[in-house]
């Protein structure tokens, strides 16, 4: 008898969703996390002509990121902390059902970056949400009644959640926050239905915490893919430190059904004084794949070793089916905050490509190609120059060439687009005490914007994968902190922090379609759907995130070295915006 082999399927419900254009049913519309829709009725032709069709307040300040989810003909919309979440009707804009957690205010305190939260997941009647007190909520998506609810970690030593829950195949993957606070970063699966923990792996630690496999679990060693071996993560830390290490898991989450793999990112290591976790913190830093259905480890790679810079690694895997280097790849695509765009084979985990998308990056000359390991300039090295030296002059910042804030993939370009920021710091690290619950952060930063420059702190960029090339870079006066969103109709979309959303040519970034400034800074992602027959483009304006943190948290500008030294390098962006949370949904004129 011949046996078939089964076949990986993702859940059906979420690609009949997909696959409807009219919808954005996922947070980067699909599980390739590409930010691209089909629709094409809004053109570059046209798009100078869009007006505002609709808007809506969520009624909460702090920064808005993530985007609204649009599924036959209704919207879920999330806000910031208390996290509420709006069932709207987007023909009438009628609220059809709100949600409003009670949550512990004290969770506020221990949020590292603003209250913000990336938005919902959507399948088989249930949206999803993931509180910032680590409560994962399903919702009757009719009613917005509670379905299930489960705890996936404990505010009380630092442990929170910003992250969007994905639903792929028969779970719900959600990450953790916290790794200013000493948490040990995981992945973690539950299962729609109930919200059973199907399987939960672990950052740092033994392989059976990791769900690691030495012998079959793989990694880029001398030129080419080799098992882990034992003990890969225990090796690299002083003695118990992995049990408070970082590597946290709050980015964006893809989705390869003919792998079976979900791929994400994780973060720094914890402290940021790197003469107190002497080693490579393994895995912190690192780009995963996983086995959707056992958390299994099929391959990892880490980027930064050793990070003395909190560069951190959470920022999307986009997968894409690329030419690199003249051959055809199954690819991932990663910009890391460490100023490097990573090109790897997503089935095998092999290292492609590893080039600067920022050429200011200085900590690094580049990456050797047979380790895989950046090669760190000595004077931008805050371990060599030790606890308690203000080393300078670092590029990019800790907050990264570019955040969390996702790129976008054109299949017609080939090309990724890339909201990014052009920032450098000085970095002083000194000793911390671990205490539960207390940040656990351990160095003094001062940002501003990169020297010798354009004289802006963004850049939208087109990047090419396949060599690790930028193609066009459209400078920005400050930094890029939305997704961006490309369309079939020829265009791409972003959001400014001073409130602007602006459409340029696919084709040449350089030309600036449309721009319209809406109510508050942008920090959300770009959005697309269809109703009734015309297309409609969205964004959540709200400043805050990181960037924003000193607005958001009403920190005073002139002290320059607070929110992890943000305040003073964005001081400038209280001349162009003020503090609001609202939905801005453009259309052409009927």
Known sequence: MLVLPALAHANADVEKNIANSKNWAMQAGDMYNQRYSKLNQITKSNVGKMQVAWTFSTGVLRGHEGAPLVIDGTMYLHSPFPNKVFALDVETQKILWKYEPKQDQSVIAVMCCDTVNRGLAYAEG????????????????????????????????????????????????????????GVRGFLAAYNISDGKLAWKGYSTGPDEEMLMDPQKTMTWTDGKMAPVGKDSSLKTWQGDQWKIGGGTTWGWYSFDKATNAVYYGSGNPSTWNPAQRPGDNKWSMSIWSRDVDTGKVNWVYQMT???EWDFDGINEMILADINVKGKPTKALVHFDRNGFGYTLDRVTGALLVAEKYDPKVNWATHVDMKTGRPEVVAKYSTAKNGPDVNTKGICPAALGSKDQQPASYDPNTKLFYVPTNHVCMDYEPFKVEYTAGQPYVGATLSMYPTPGSHGGMGNYITWDAGTGKIVQSKPEKFSVWSGALNTAGGISCYGTL?????????????????????????????????????????????????????MAAGIDPDKSTEGLGAVGGYKDLAQYTELGGSLTVFALPR
Do not use: M
């Open 126 to 181: 249930k949206v999803f949400l993931q509180q910032a007190d680590t409560t994962l909520v399903a919702l009757d998506a009719k009613t917005g009644k509670v379905v299930w609810t489960v705890k996936n970690g404990d505010p009380k030593v630092g442990a929170t959640n910003t992250n969007a829950p994905h639903v792929f195949k028969d779970k719900v993957i959600t990450g953790i926050s916290g790794g200013e606070f």
């Open 305 to 307: 070793p050793y990070d």
């Open 498 to 550: 001073e409130g602007y959303l602006k459409c340029v040519d696919s084709k040449d970034i350089t030309k600036e379609l449309f721009k319209f400034k809406t109510p508050s800074g942008i920090i959300g992602n770009v959005f697309t759907y269809e109703n009734k027959g015309r297309q409609y483009i969205g964004v959540l304006s709200g400043i805050g995130g990181w960037a924003g943190i000193g």
